[in-house]
Nanobody, 114 residues
Framework: QVQLRESGGGLEQPGGSLRLSCAAS????????MGWYRQAPGKQRELVAA???????NYADSVKGRFTISRDNAKSTVYLQMNSLKPDDTAVYYC????????WGQGTQVTVSS
């Protein structure tokens, strides 16, 4: 069993930055593929970025060059650094842990607006 808790969301102006954190507990964090997903109102949940246990990363085209995913296995935490934010980045952001099973956090709201 894995418990995930996101933090770091909020309101930011276009062009600004936010860093999301996801703290995991309850299992062997380092073995999991960790990901960030987002869901905007009226849209399907989509993958934003993912990182493997070995540190390989994958990004949605819409965030490449602006967002960076990283992980600290010693702290059982995954991060999403979001720069050059756009209004289209507004969504609820969810942390995801995947191995034999898939786990989700509760989500954190990110709103980009002037």
């Amino acid at each position: 069993q894995v418990q995930l808790r996101e933090s770091g969301g909020g309101l930011e102006q276009p062009g600004g930055s936010l860093r999301l954190s996801c703290a995991a507990s309850g299992s062997i964090f380092s073995t999991y593929i960790m990901g960030w997903y987002r869901q905007a109102p009226g849209k399907q949940r989509e993958l934003v970025a993912a990182i493997t246990s070995g540190g390989s990363t994958n990004y949605a085209d819409s965030v490449k060059g602006r967002f960076t995913i990283s992980r600290d296995n010693a702290k059982s935490t995954v991060y999403l650094q979001m720069n050059s934010l756009k209004p289209d980045d507004t969504a609820v952001y969810y942390c995801n842990a995947a191995s034999v099973r898939v786990y989700w956090g509760q989500g954190t709201q990110v709103t980009v607006s002037s």
